[in-house]
């Protein structure tokens, strides 16, 4: 009895010092949206039954091998103990009501996180490998960038192009999967002004890990200032190099090729029109529009010398129109 006692007092002692050492090393990031409060609640339970369970399993473990240690010269057999019916059913019926309260618990979590605002801005959201795009249908606004307006519901209705991606910013905490031939939601009121990241968070190809793009919670002000603004500029992209600009955004080149001169995946669209280009098999060509051209609609007729061969890039099935939009918007590049 006397160790049972003593067990107990170390088992709630541990208990304490796992969850509050768990606690301290900031395991989770800030939470910046509504739908966060009730995972984090969820989340913080679990970790109080986790630390519980662990302190359970250990303390034990670690007191019999100590106080229970073959003494010098003992040689006998140790104690037969045949079954105890009570700790039986206790171990039975303790584990199914705590496992009843969790599930009740997240299903109360996920019909926080799944409320719906009747008033919540839709946002359509592209995914492909390897880019994220933005629709803010309302106003013709196509982004890399996805800006939120604070303490206000927006829904993202999200489709693939290709295969399964999924959207997750890990401060909102909530993650969905993007899914070929469907469309799924994802509801979030962010309640914290910053700068943040979706990350693809399923593996989807080659460039996987680099597939993220700007989350941006401004406040309301700052939003509608941002709207007003892409507003102008999709108004001004009704010339050539304007619907350039749009395609490159539509069909997610920017994920592979910048426009500042840095190297990504694929060769900077920087000063490239026009240029002097070595090839992968040691000769060069101008990048002139049948160039242009021949890269978009077949990407493995000719392999700029320094990215990979085959090249990774799917050949892109465009107008005449569009590639002639797309080449405007590449002689802007300079
Ligand atoms: Cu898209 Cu991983």
Redesign the pocket.
């Known amino acids: 009895m006397q160790h049972i006692v003593i067990v107990g007092i170390l088992v709630i002692v541990m208990a304490v010092l796992t969850y509050f050492g768990l606690d301290s090393i900031g395991l989770m990031p800030v939470e910046a949206s509504a739908q966060a409060v009730s995972i984090d609640w969820l989340w913080n339970w679990q970790v109080i039954a986790m630390s519980f369970l662990f302190a359970l399993i250990v303390v034990p473990l670690v007191y019999s091998l100590v106080v229970f240690r073959r003494k010098k010269g003992e040689t006998g057999d140790g104690e037969h103990i045949e079954g105890n019916t009570s700790l039986e059913i206790a171990w039975t019926v303790l584990p199914l009501f705590a496992v009843l309260a969790f599930a009740y618990m997240g299903a109360y979590s996920l019909g926080e996180t799944n409320r719906v605002d009747p008033d919540a801005i839709e946002i359509r959201v592209k995914?492909q490998?390897?880019a994220w795009t933005f629709e803010y249908p309302e106003y013709g606004i196509v982004s890399t960038e996805l800006h939120l307006p604070l303490n206000q519901q927006v829904v993202l209705k999200m489709e693939s192009a290709d295969?399964i991606?999924?959207f997750w910013v890990p401060e909102f905490r909530v993650k969905q999967d993007v899914v070929p031939g469907r469309v799924t939601e994802y509801r979030i009121t962010p309640t914290l002004v910053g700068d943040y990241k979706v990350r693809?968070?399923?593996?989807?190809?080659t460039s996987?890990a680099y597939?993220e793009a700007g989350v941006i919670v401004d406040t309301k002000g700052d939003y509608a200032a941002w709207i007003a603004e892409q507003a102008a500029i999709a108004a001004a992209s009704q010339t050539p190099e304007g619907q350039g600009q749009i395609l490159s955004v539509k069909y997610g080149c920017l994920g592979c090729h910048s426009i500042d001169g840095s190297k990504l995946t694929g060769p900077t669209w920087f000063g490239l029109y026009g240029s002097n280009v070595e090839l992968d098999n040691g000769t060069s060509v101008v990048a002139d529009d049948a160039f242009i051209k021949e890269s978009i609609l077949d990407p493995n007729a000719s392999v700029v010398a320094g990215f990979p061969s085959p090249s990774v890039m799917p050949p892109y099935t465009l107008t005449d129109e569009e590639i002639a939009n797309f080449i405007a918007y590449l002689k802007t590049l300079k």
Not at 200 to 205: D, F, M, Q, S, V
């Open positions: 995914a490998q390897f295969v991606h999924s693809c968070a399923e593996l989807c190809g996987h597939m």
